[in-house]
């Protein structure tokens, strides 16, 4: 009889299972994980790594008022299985399903929605403080990665709890690996404390330099110094301890029994605690114990090999990747900047070739921007690959750091537009709203591949500020690399004429476009294609001509409608009195939800068919040919 079907019902039903049947139960959630996970794709080697880990959370807090937040959400799938939410895996990350990601709508046992990084010390601390001032009594637990500990914010959020003793634990998961290997000086600091024959390499180290120290003068001070380097190297976790917080650690994150013990006292003690626990990103399945960078977010895969079925040949990521790795070939100033994405991004391929001109700064996006801003003013020409939603990150860096002083540093806006099965904190769809409105930034977005590949070869010459964005995945037909094409900021491209209007569309939605073209024909309108390869500067001269030619123009993005090309040619014909009829699509005031992207292009009513429906009801007002 197994334990997580049969026996398991409420959280608190942990505390009545023996320590045998504790790990009986950990061996059934984990057999459920890959068997489920290999079917829908998610999240599986930070899962599997905290099987155990949660299992002891369960067993000694009291998961019906104290409350535990997960730092960026993506290792919170055990936590779920256990609070009601078994049944619901079968849809994971899909179309109104369960997300993957902690959220408060889905479960009373979800403390804080996250999905991005670094957030889980912050919100934990305001749950602390919250509690102390209603003079209330519970737990408030942050888990939070090795990886998650390199953004800035967590350590914004420890300065302050360190200084405010408040009451609350924070387990750091550190299995070194972020996405990718973790990186970094704390990196290095934890990897020192976890080592498994640390104390007695201390020992041996302090009586190898003991009897090597010379006599006199240089004696003293060589006491003075060791007696200090001592302290630090005695007392693990000295780092934590000095700016205010208790640490206990490091515990093996695969012994409940161990990891209980520490928990009880960590949540016994008055005042903030940091429980440093060692786990094994991908545990207990073989293809991600080996490969658990592969297998931190997978696609579904086949369980007995791990292989992952991919139907889409080249990727932007990839393209992006290779076009700055050619120019890194032919321009030893070019250099590459990634927050912790390296294979994500693409970015791996120039790791490869140019490792001292690339730099992995971890989960540092305001860094990453303010380096390639520093890199700039110095004469190197900076490529930025960041994912979209986590440029949101850097925003004032973007505009503070890079384009008050127009530095030519080039942004690549991975992942822009629908994500899909990540949901509202991944989607990319602020990006051109937030962007339009700096000056001195140009915006472009290329409508293939072969079109991204020709906008990173011309903008090495380019002198200022550049985002290029585009969107995930790729195109199953490959890549073909063709003549490289020349831009001029503020011209867009007619694919198409038109008679009736044009459909200015930006990046993979030009693809969208001409499939709307051919259904308004069935309509009776001959619509022709504009691709909007600069949304920041629009082509006034274009907007101009084709309102002054009384043709309708419908705008189609994957961004917000406001503040985005919609936004941007409307203020434009605006602005020069033009009467222009122009129909906006995009998302409109809203967090786009999780799925699969045609049913949230459905969703939102930006499918082939809405769209030539709204535009011929808008046009024909009812005298359409249908
Ligand atoms: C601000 C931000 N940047 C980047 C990411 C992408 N990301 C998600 S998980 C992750 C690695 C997290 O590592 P860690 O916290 O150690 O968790 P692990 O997967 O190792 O358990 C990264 C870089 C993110 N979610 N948020
Ligand atoms: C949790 C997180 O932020 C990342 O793991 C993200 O899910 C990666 O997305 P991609 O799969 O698009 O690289
Ligand atoms: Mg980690």
Not at 286 to 306: C, L, M, T, W, Y
């Amino acid at each position: 009889m197994g334990i997580l079907r049969d026996r398991y019902r409420n959280p608190e039903d942990i505390k009545e299972l023996t320590m045998d049947e504790l790990y009986q139960l950990s061996d059934e959630i984990r057999a459920f994980l890959i068997e489920s996970v290999s079917k829908t794709g998610g999240h599986l080697a930070p899962n599997l790594g905290v099987v155990e880990l949660t299992v002891a959370l369960f067993n000694v807090f009291d998961l019906e008022k104290d409350r535990i937040i997960y730092d960026v959400g993506h290792q919170s799938y055990v936590h779920k299985m256990l609070t009601h939410r078994l049944d619901e895996f079968a849809k994971l990350r899909k179309y109104k399903g369960l997300s993957g990601f902690p959220k408060r709508d889905e479960s009373r046992y979800d403390a804080f929605d996250t999905g991005h990084s670094s957030t889980s010390i912050s919100a934990g601390l305001g749950y602390a403080r919250a509690r102390d001032i209603a003079g209330d009594d519970y737990n408030v637990i942050s888990v939070i990665g090795d990886g998650a500990l390199t953004g800035g914010m967590a350590f914004e959020a420890l300065n302050d709890l360190g200084f405010s003793k408040t009451r609350m634990v924070i387990v750091l998961n550190d299995n070194q690996m972020s996405i990718s290997r973790n990186v970094g000086g704390i990196s290095t600091y934890l990897s020192q404390l976890r080592g498994d024959n640390y104390y007695e390499k201390v020992k041996k180290d302090i009586q190898d330099t003991i009897d090597r120290m010379p006599m006199g003068r240089t004696l003293n001070t060589g006491m003075m110094r060791l007696k200090n380097s001592v302290k630090t190297m005695l007392v693990p976790g000295m780092l934590f301890e000095d700016m205010g917080l208790k640490y206990l650690g490091p515990v093996d994150g695969h012994n409940i029994k161990d990891m209980s013990k520490v928990l009880k006292v960590a949540r016994d003690f008055n005042g903030p605690v940091i429980v440093h626990v060692r786990t094994q990103k991908g545990r207990g399945y073989v293809a991600s114990e080996k490969r658990p960078d592969q297998f931190h977010g997978i696609a579904p895969f086949n369980k007995q090999n791990g292989e992952v079925v991919s139907k889409v040949k080249v990727t932007y990521s990839k393209v992006f990747g290779e076009a700055v790795t050619e120019l890194g070939r032919k321009n030893g100033k070019v250099c590459a900047i990634t927050a912790a994405m390296p294979d994500g991004t693409g970015l791996s391929a120039f790791k490869k070739e140019f490792p001292s001109r690339f730099f992995d700064v971890g989960i540092a996006e305001q860094h990453a921007a303010t380096l390639a801003a520093g890199l700039a003013v110095a004469g190197m020409k900076p490529y930025i690959g960041i994912y979209s939603t986590f440029l949101q990150r850097a925003y004032d860096q973007v505009i503070h750091d890079i384009c008050i002083q127009n530095l030519p540093v080039v942004i690549g806006i991975d992942r822009a537009g629908i994500v899909g099965d990540d949901g509202e904190t991944h989607q990319g769809i602020l990006d051109l709203s937030f962007l339009s409105a700096v000056p001195n930034l140009t915006i472009m977005a290329p409508k293939s591949l072969e079109e991204l590949h020709n906008m990173v070869m011309w903008s090495e010459t380019f002198n200022g500020p550049l985002a290029i964005r585009y969107p995930r995945g790729g195109d199953p037909a490959g890549f073909e690399p063709e003549a490289l094409a020349m831009f001029t900021p503020g011209k867009f491209e007619v694919i198409s004429e038109g008679i009736d209007g044009y459909i200015y569309a930006t990046g993979k939605m030009v693809q969208r476009a001409e499939a709307v073209v051919k259904g308004l024909e069935g309509r009776g309108l001959r619509f022709g294609i504009v691709n909007a390869c600069f949304i920041k500067p629009v082509d006034v001269e274009m907007i101009r001509k084709h309102s002054e030619e009384n043709k309708a123009i419908v705008t189609l993005e994957d961004n917000m409608v406001h503040g985005g090309l919609g936004s941007q040619v409307l203020e434009a014909a605006n602005d020069m009195g033009l009467p222009a009829k122009v129909i906006r699509f995009g998302f409109r005031d809203t967090f786009v939800v999780q799925g699969d992207p045609e049913s949230l292009y459905r969703h939102y009513g930006l499918d082939t068919d809405s769209v030539v429906r709204k535009i011929a009801e808008r046009l024909c007002e009812g005298d359409c040919d249908e």
